[in-house]
């Protein structure tokens, strides 16, 4: 199809780019790769030696490890459920005919605009807390006992505030995508009679499949890191119960300033990374091809 | 187009809106009430939703204490700068891909995204290191540089999802007119591409402004963005919390303010090649 | 006309265009906390004295501040011109000649009338390698109203069998008064403080002789599981999130019977403007269980400057007035003597003005001198430091084992199950640092 031409100027265009993100990617992973075989802290930078894949075996026998692994994925997968499985109704919600739509559509992605430190101080202080929150004094009003939302759920808890964050962006590519579905079918199939129901599952959620995928795949890819959040309300605890991957590495570089330790996690992180895209692609790339 | 809607429906579906609505802005709005209380008041058991001793002494305080036009200039110079230039650098790239495939280019496209999972904080070392010894040490430059390349991949795959749905033909009926790819790229797929462009540049540029790592540990005080007014306000000795709420309104309010007056565009373009 | 060129100059400032004048610019680094705040609303009064020096700011949440500091020092970025750092810093840093060491203060700032206990923290062999900024221990707060309705009488020296018992009996969770409030959020300097100088007061110590960690031993086990079970039946819910913040909020709005914490949270819950009950507060000695040591720590935010700076003597210049009795008196004439710098200098413990205005003030003395960061506990100990080790590794650990104490704390896991989880961990990272084998 494409023309010499365009091939050649396609090259030309597209490798500023990928030269780019080359370097970006190549020069920090060499200085990590490097790192990971040294012992080498921060504190104490003149005692630096090469100790091979030392670093590697500590920090994948630790036994914060395996847990870290465990709640990272347990976050990224409430998170995409929840996101996903309230997103959808509110975009159908936000598609009907609302009167006052585009204050509405704005309340609804205001939690994407605000910093995670932020949202993660509010919610921490202003509304979890046990004593003087809001959902304490909601549930007092109704007679129950108010959770302690740190001590009881931590981990429900840092879900519950990723997705708040998340939420908005789900909802909005579900939103553009009900936008652009095709009315006159909705209209033939109510016609002859189809329940909302039936329209929802065999028209509406088939459209929805491709946006599903995008918003899996996005998320995902911030899902995997989320840090702050963690870093403000619990520090990774109690015990173990929020350390995700990327907190144990922080706590490795700039607790323990464990810097050959350290990359030998961030190297960890990159390959579990890498097994998690591998598996998203082959479950969900099919729908992302043109 | 025209749906007969009942009446009825409308005030449900109204209701039900507004209602979830109200409830995800929740949180937000009860930061500002917070903001206008006094410190006492913010903390109060039950809590007070309009009716305390309205005050605007948090407001002066957190301006007394840190210059924040300076942090909100800076942010909008770090989050502006590196949207632009990776707009500059992604746009030929993304072009390429869509209309200029190879058997390598879904492979480069997701080597690219994969480039975004790596947690920062692996190679905070190198990466200040480096920085040290280019003296990009809290330097604005330095920053847009790192959130640009940071957030390249997103904006290639956005730009990149948006071009392919620009049907072909128009741009072979216009290379039959004798238009020169770069004239095809300026005057015919631009203008197309439009909505595509303004939502990918403000949801990157959405993201800058939130990056919370890199800003706050490659600034310090000349180059420092809103995030790192914020981490000044985080958990100071005594109470705080109406303080806090303070400041975190004003370091959200440009964003919000944005986000309110090109929603449109946001959510017009924001399909990620999720809508045929 | 006037105006705009007003706008763009203002514009120019901004965007940092360089000064006319040769100015010496100082980058200070501190923390975000109350007594921090004030030296830098009132930076005006030392730029008016030295104009040849301005002063630039970054005031951060003490753990951003920490990561950021150590990052800059340890590779040598030059971020910073002064540092506040913490008496646990100073001695490692000093070591590895990251700092200058303060010889020229000035002839009036008078280096004798500091605290002895707080001097020798932060000096190295017989030099001095930051200057206190204000100083600290760890004291009894409770509510004279509460005790006196419930017929106790607090003691001056109490023990942790009165605590515990008061703690209990003051509890009334239907009215949201908790009997006792400590900290309980993981982290070396937040549940590891109170925690490490409450086993001390049980005779328990991080190290043996031979750097072996101790939570096998019987102290440790008598310290967490009292802990434990006292936040169990007289503690606030959430306890396992609550750092000095947070129990600070807690104790002014009146939701707690006792408090123990830092000596500096005692101007905070007496003033009025802050606190519900500020008429209402009483102080005591930390307790003890008749060991002879009392669960206080102590600690200072100090003033350092890095090696390798280029503006020492403006630094040093910085550092002198933020820490001198001038300072002290400054404060005093614009904020009132409750609010200058506690626990740095004895000359502040002798002023009777002072002493009128801060009814904690012999109690604060006290506490600081029953501290002893060289004999922290009733045995031995290779390490120097009374709530923590002063080794470079404590930070790690010292979170590490902080996160199991607060799973135990929050019921996610058992004492023995926690000082089991401690000890390996400990050993584990102390073989990797080369301390045991």
Redesign the interface.
């Known amino acids: 199809m494409?023309t010499q031409?365009?091939?050649v100027?396609?090259?030309?265009?597209?490798t500023?780019?990928?030269a780019?993100?080359f370097i970006?990617?190549i020069?920090?992973?060499v200085?990590?790769i490097y790192?990971s075989t040294l012992h080498y802290?921060?504190?104490?930078?003149e005692a630096w030696r090469f100790v091979g894949l030392e670093n590697f075996r500590?920090f994948l026998t630790d036994?914060a490890f395996l847990t870290a692994l465990r709640n990272t994925l347990v976050l990224v997968g409430s998170v995409l459920a929840i996101t996903i499985l309230l997103g959808t109704p509110?975009a159908l919600?936000?598609d009907?005919?609302?009167?006052?739509?585009?204050?509405?559509?704005?309340?609804?992605?205001?939690?994407?605009?605000?910093?995670?430190?932020?949202?993660a101080?509010?919610?921490?202080?202003?509304?979890m807390?046990?004593?003087?929150g809001?959902f304490?004094?909601i549930a007092t009003l109704v007679g129950a006992t108010?959770i302690?939302?740190?001590?009881?759920a931590?981990l429900l808890a840092v879900i519950l505030i990723v997705a708040?964050q998340w939420?908005?962006f789900a909802t909005?590519?579900l939103?553009?995508?009900l936008?652009?579905q095709d009315?006159e079918q909705k209209?033939a199939a109510e016609m002859d009679g189809a329940s909302a129901l039936s329209t929802f599952i065999y028209l509406t959620l088939p459209h929805l499949a491709?946006?599903i995928?995008?918003v899996i795949?996005?998320e995902t890819?911030?899902l995997?890191?989320v840090?702050?959040e963690i870093f403000?309300?619990?520090?990774?605890?109690?015990?173990?119960?929020t350390?995700n991957?990327?907190f144990l590495?922080?706590?490795?570089?700039?607790?323990?300033?464990?810097?050959g330790n350290?990359?030998a996690?961030?190297?960890v992180?990159?390959v579990i990374?890498?097994i998690?895209?591998f598996f998203l692609?082959r479950i969900v790339g099919r729908n992302?091809e043109? | 187009?025209a749906?007969r809607?009942t009446a009825r429906?409308?005030?449900v579906?109204?209701a039900?809106?507004?209602l979830?609505?109200?409830l995800?802005?929740?949180?937000?709005l009860?930061?500002v009430l917070?903001s206008f209380k006094t410190e006492l008041e913010a903390?109060?058991?039950?809590?007070k939703f309009l009716l305390f001793h309205w005050t605007t002494e948090n407001y002066v305080t957190v301006q007394e204490r840190s210059d924040y036009l300076h942090h909100a200039v800076n942010s909008l110079l770090i989050a502006g700068g590196s949207t632009l230039i990776a707009m500059i650098?992604?746009i030929?790239?993304a072009?390429?891909?869509a209309?200029?495939?190879?058997q390598r280019t879904k492979d480069?496209l997701?080597w690219?995204?994969?480039?975004?999972?790596?947690?920062?904080?692996?190679?905070?070392?190198?990466?200040y290191?480096?920085f040290r010894d280019f003296g990009l040490l809290d330097r604005r430059a330095g920053l847009v540089m790192i959130l640009c390349?940071g957030n390249?991949?997103?904006v290639?795959w956005m730009l990149f999802t948006y071009f392919?749905e620009i049907p072909k033909d128009i741009l072979e009926a216009a290379r039959m007119d004798g238009a020169t790819?770069g004239r095809e790229l300026v005057y015919v797929l631009t203008p197309m591409a439009v909505p595509g462009l303004a939502s990918t540049l403000l949801l990157n540029f959405?993201l800058a402004?939130?990056e919370?790592?890199w800003t706050l540990n490659l600034s310090t005080s000349d180059a420092a963005p809103?995030?790192v007014f914020?981490?000044s306000y985080?958990s100071p000795e005594g109470l705080f919390?109406a303080k806090?709420?303070a400041a975190?309104t004003l370091?959200?309010a440009p964003?919000?303010i944005l986000?309110?007056f090109t929603?449109?565009q946001?959510?017009?373009g924001?399909?990620?090649?999720?809508?045929? | 006309m006037k105006h705009v060129l007003g706008v763009l100059l203002g514009a120019a400032t901004l965007l940092g265009t360089a000064p006319s004048i040769a100015q010496t610019t100082l980058t200070i680094a501190t923390v975000n906390n109350g007594d921090m705040i004030r030296m830098q609303a009132l930076t005006n009064e030392f730029t008016a004295k030295n104009p040849d020096i301005s002063v630039k700011w970054v005031t951060l949440e003490e753990n951003v501040l920490r990561?950021r500091v150590?990052?800059d020092i340890?590779?040598k970025g030059g971020q910073f011109d002064v540092l506040t750092i913490g008496t646990y810093e100073v001695p490692?840093w000093a070591k590895?000649n990251w700092l200058v060491p303060l010889d020229n203060l000035g002839a009036d700032y008078d280096t004798a009338d500091l605290l002895p206990k707080i001097r020798d923290a932060v000096s190295a062999s017989g030099k001095l390698y930051a200057a206190p900024f204000y100083g600290e221990s760890s004291m009894v707060m409770y509510r004279t109203d509460l005790f006196e309705k419930a017929g106790l009488t607090m003691p001056e020296k109490p023990t942790w069998d009165f605590v515990i018992d008061a703690a209990k009996k003051l509890t009334d969770k239907s009215a949201?008064v908790y009997g006792i409030c400590l900290r309980g959020?993981?982290?070396w300097g937040e549940n590891m403080a109170f925690l490490t100088a409450m086993s001390n007061s049980f005779g328990a110590r991080w190290f043996d002789e031979k750097w072996e960690p101790q939570f096998d031993k019987p102290e440790w086990k008598k310290t967490l599981s009292t802990y434990v079970d006292l936040m169990k039946a007289a503690g606030?819910?959430?306890?396992?999130?609550n750092g000095f913040n947070e129990n600070l909020?807690?104790f002014n709005?009146g939701?707690c019977a006792m408090w123990i914490d830092a000596t500096v949270a005692a101007s905070f819950v007496t003033n009025p403007k802050d606190s519900r009950v500020a008429d209402k507060v009483g102080f005591a000695l930390a307790p003890n269980a008749g060991l002879g040591k009392n669960a206080n720590w102590l600690w200072a935010w100090n003033l350092a400057i890095p090696a390798g700076s280029k503006k020492t003597v403006a630094a040093e210049k910085f550092i002198a007035w933020a820490t001198s009795k001038d300072y002290t008196k400054l404060v005093a004439s614009k904020e009132g003597w409750a609010n200058v710098p506690p626990g740095t200098r004895t000359s502040l413990y002798q002023n009777p003005e002072y002493l009128k205005v801060a009814p904690f003030a012999k109690l604060t003395l006290a506490s600081i001198d029953a501290a002893d960061p060289n004999k922290p506990t009733v045995q031995p100990v290779p390490y120097v430091g009374v709530q923590y080790a002063a080794i470079?590794?404590f930070?790690?650990i010292g979170?590490?084992v902080?996160?199991?104490f607060?799973?135990a704390?929050?019921?996610?896991?058992t004492v023995d199950a926690?000082l089991a989880?401690a000890q390996?961990?400990t050993e584990r990272e102390m073989k990797?640092a080369g301390y045991i084998k």
């Open positions: 494409a031409q365009t091939q100027l396609g090259r030309a265009l597209l500023p780019a990928v780019l993100l970006w990617m020069v920090p992973l200085m990590t790192f802290s921060l504190l104490d930078a500590y036994p509110l919600l936000l009907q005919q609302v009167v006052g739509r585009s204050i509405v559509r704005l309340m609804v992605i205001a939690p994407f605009f605000v910093m995670p430190t932020v949202s101080l509010v919610w921490k202080n202003l509304l807390h046990p004593v003087s809001l304490a004094w108010p302690d939302w740190f001590n009881d931590p708040w939420l908005p909005l590519i939103l553009t995508a936008q652009s009315e209209e491709r946006p995928t995008v795949l996005i890819i911030f995997l890191t840090f702050a403000v309300t619990t520090g990774g605890g109690p015990g173990l119960q350390t991957i990327a590495i922080y706590s490795q570089a700039l607790i323990q300033y464990d810097v350290a990359s996690g961030g190297l992180a990159v990374a890498n998690v895209a692609v992302l043109a | 187009m749906r809607v429906r409308i005030w579906s109204t039900a809106a507004w979830f609505g109200f995800i802005f929740l949180p937000i009860w930061m917070t903390f109060s058991m039950p809590p650098i992604a030929p790239a072009w390429s891909m209309f200029a495939p190879t480069i997701l690219m995204l994969s480039t975004k999972m790596m947690p920062s904080v692996g190679v905070l070392v190198p990466i290191l480096i390349l390249l991949p997103i290639i392919k790819i959405i402004w939130n919370a790592f809103l995030t914020i981490a985080s919390w806090l709420s975190s370091a959200i964003i919000i986000g309110w929603q449109r946001l959510v017009r924001l399909t990620f090649g999720a809508v045929k | 990561q150590t990052t340890a590779t490692i590895k949201g959020k993981a982290g606030p819910p959430g306890a396992s999130s909020a807690l709005s939701k470079p590794e930070q790690g979170t590490a902080g996160q199991q607060s799973a704390l929050s019921g996610s896991s926690a989880a390996s961990a990797r």
